[in-house]
């Protein structure tokens, strides 16, 4: 393995708390933003400019956008669905978006009430006005190993709709196996399937942990060369479409994997263990993460039980 850096997209505070059941303070998500900058993670997705209504997780992004202070090297994204949520995070200042699309048919008229085909057109102007407003666009996949709803999913259709997003204007496109079904094998084929189309460095790994291979699957797309992962403080999240599914892979697991491997984080897993102590208390949670327990207990505390 070289001695290389790998960097972290923290979406804990976006794809992790939009999917635990309770709704925290914007003070609460902002508090929980500024300890993991704090930690040393430079790439965090802090809110979704979606309808209250369907994610009241996600209400006040623009107020948690407006108050994050500026850090160098740090940069905060959010998610938008349509150009409607694009002006809404260019006034709050956002600077960096994410579009999320889907390689199941089901899953995309379950998730966003459209078509694979019909996501993507809707993507095309938010592209463009991100484009003429210097805004970076990442792209999402989801169900790129399996989905809830239909089961396998077919290599070809991951390639085709990761391949469009990049030739849309994407910089980056993350794979997400959504209901942690993968294996190292599997991952490992899908992408070098996706990296015959469009180039490697332009793709990102995103994991559950649903049947507990999020970390050697993640290893295993860091041996095909990837070098850009999602991971989520303390394990925050799961997949509301996906019964059982739990979050995705913890963040501090990750980093002490990394560790291990000799590759650059720029993370203090310690520091970061406190991030997600924190946000474990103000949810009433046990942490998912295997490292942070194992810390915790060194330290004496009751990492294993329900925080008070």
Known sequence: MNNDAVRLVEVGPRDGLQNEPQVLPVETRIRLIERLAAAGLRDIEVGAFVSPRWVPQMAGSDEVMRCLAPLPGVTYSALVPNEKGLEAALASGCRKVAVFAAASEAFSQRNINCSIAESLDRFKPVLTKARE?????????????????????????????????????????????????????????????????????ALAGHFHDTYGMAVANLYAALDSGIRVFDSSVSGLGGCPYSPGATGNVATEDVVYLLEGLGLRTGVNLHALVESGTFIDRELGRMTASSTARAINARRGRTGDRMPS
Not at 144 to 159: R, Y
Not at 192 to 201: F, K, R, T, V
């Open 133 to 201: 407003a210097g805004v970076a666009v990442r792209g999402y996949v989801s169900c790129v190993l399996g989905c809830p709803l239909s089961g396998d999913i077919a290599t070809a259709d991951v390639v085709r709709v990761s391949t469009a997003l990049y030739e849309m204007g994407c910089y980056e496109v993350s794979l997400g196996d959504t209901i942690g079904t993968g294996t190292p094998y599997k991952t490992k084929a899908l992408i070098e399937a996706c990296a015959s189309e469009m180039p490697l460095a």
